[in-house]
Structures are given as C-alpha cells and as structure tokens.
C-alpha cells in the first residue's frame, strides 16, 4: 500500500513536500515515480527514481523546482517541490514499478498507485 501526504493550498512560489510512505513493501526494491492529474487532463509524468535510487529524471515542466528522492530508512519517497506555478495544480499520485532498474516515465510500466494528493497552488 502506497499512502501520499503533504498535498495543500499554497500561493504562487510556494513551496511543498509530499511523501509516499509504503507499507508491507520495501521501496528500495522498486523503481519510484510521481505523476500528477490536473481536471480535464489525463495524468502526466512528474518524477521517477530507479531502484536504490541511483538514477532520477524530472519532466522538464518541473525540471529544476522539483526533486524526488527516497529514504530507505523510513520507507519513503518524496516530491519537494518548490517555485510553485498555478499550472502545478493538480492530484498527485504516488506509484511503485517491479521492474525498477532504471527510471520509469511510462504509466503502465507502474504496478501499484497512492489515492493521491490534492495540490492546489493560487495566483
């Protein structure tokens, strides 16, 4: 089970960090990715990590504000994310891949989802 948390309201520039604690897994065994849907789009990539965290990728919307990392120690993969745009507005989803040596930006390569969190960023 994948549970997301950190998600709020913030103003334009703000800064958030969302979490993605596992449990009954081990997340230093999968690859990791967070993807986001804003309303009346489908859901797009954000950020992946590789299995044992050696390699990231950010999709160039966030490149530069964003950053995913894990805590193997706490189970946790994280999103900070900074400089906050109103185009950031969005669900954000938390996924985890078996097949995780390297980064993953495909939706279907994922095998387990979070319920998401709500990030809303005002003007």
């Known amino acids: 089970q994948l549970v997301e948390s950190g998600g709020g309201l913030v103003q334009t520039g703000g800064s958030l960090r969302l979490s993605c604690a596992a449990s009954g897994r081990t997340i230093g065994t999968y690859a990791m990715g967070w993807f986001r849907q804003a309303p009346g789009k489908e859901r797009e990539f954000v950020a992946g990590?590789?299995?044992?965290?050696?390699?990231?990728y950010h999709a160039d919307s966030v490149k530069g504000r964003f950053t995913i990392s894990s805590d193997n120690a706490k189970n946790t993969v994280y999103l900070q994310m900074n400089s906050l745009k109103p185009e950031d507005t969005a669900v954000y989803y938390c996924?985890?891949?078996?097949?995780?040596?390297?980064?993953?930006?495909?939706?279907?390569?994922?095998?387990?989802w979070g319920q998401g969190t709500q990030v809303t960023v005002s003007s």
């Open positions: 990590i590789s299995r044992g965290g050696t390699s990231t």
């Open positions: 996924a985890a891949s078996n097949a995780g040596g390297v980064v993953l930006r495909l939706q279907r390569a994922y095998d387990y």
